[in-house]
């Protein structure tokens, strides 16, 4: 049986993208200011309980990774952004996954090298452009890196429970 609802985490240090994907359409996505991310985290993991006749989501976080360069104080509160997720997450015993941006990469582009544009194109060929507000497309109302980082990490999440590597 596929999993009906995937949560997928963009976490930033002042903001963070939020996006949801049933396997059919993006539900919901979202970027946040990190004061009010835990009101909209949920908001659509009982969105996706009530939805999915009680399916509990997945929840999928982006993590940092080393990459061998130095790193400023935003890469910090990032982190600790991450922390803050994870606890609440513990806290209220919903399971999550941690993943690393180069799965993504390697999941959506077949590279580690591959950039957020090839990720973009690589969804884009896979499910239609925005389209219009005229005729909308599956990625309409999608805007900003963050918001497509995130319908990548939920995306990937969906296909990893799917099996559909």
């Given at each position: ?28 996505c ?9 009101d909209h985290?949920?908001?659509?993991i ?7 006749l ?32 994870q606890?609440?997450?513990?806290l ?25 544009t ?12 925005k ?31 799917n099996?559909?590597?």
């Open positions: 049986m596929e999993n009906k609802f995937v949560i997928a985490v963009d976490p930033g240090n002042i903001e963070s993208a939020i996006c949801v994907y049933n396997g059919e359409k993006i539900v919901y979202e970027k946040v200011k990190n004061k009010e991310f835990f985290l949920e908001h659509n009982t969105q996706s309980l009530v939805s999915g009680y399916a509990r989501p997945s929840i999928y976080i982006e993590d940092i990774q080393a990459m061998g360069m130095a790193v400023g104080q935003e890469v910090f509160d990032t982190a600790k952004m991450i922390g803050r997720i606890y609440h997450l513990e209220k015993n919903d399971p999550y996954s941690m993943v690393k941006r180069t799965e993504i990469k390697l999941h959506h582009c077949g590279s580690v090298r591959a950039k957020d090839n990720i973009r194109q690589s969804l884009i060929d896979r499910f239609g452009d389209g219009t507000k005229k005729e909308p497309g599956f990625f309409y109302g999608i805007s900003g890196s963050d918001q497509w980082s995130s319908c990548a990490i939920a995306v990937y999440g969906y296909d990893m429970l099996g559909r590597k």
